[in-house]
């Protein structure tokens, strides 16, 4: 099952884990964090443009063709 959370909500969570892993003696990394929460809540984007510009780079396959190719393995995951 999917659940959705508030960016806020998912901070405040991440926050109070955090604290409970700092206190208590648990070992590993809490599941959420207030970094990944801030992660997860934003776009991203990347660019290849300086590396074209400061290297001459030239991609051997498009983001067209890439995405084309990584369809089947997302279909998968599903």
Known sequence: MQR???????AW???LLELFYKLLPLKGEPVMTRFLAAQLSRSHYYSIEKAKRDFNYTPIVSVEDGLEKWKPELQHTR
């Open 4 to 10: 959705t959370l508030s960016s806020q909500a998912a």
């Open 13 to 15: 969570t991440g926050g």
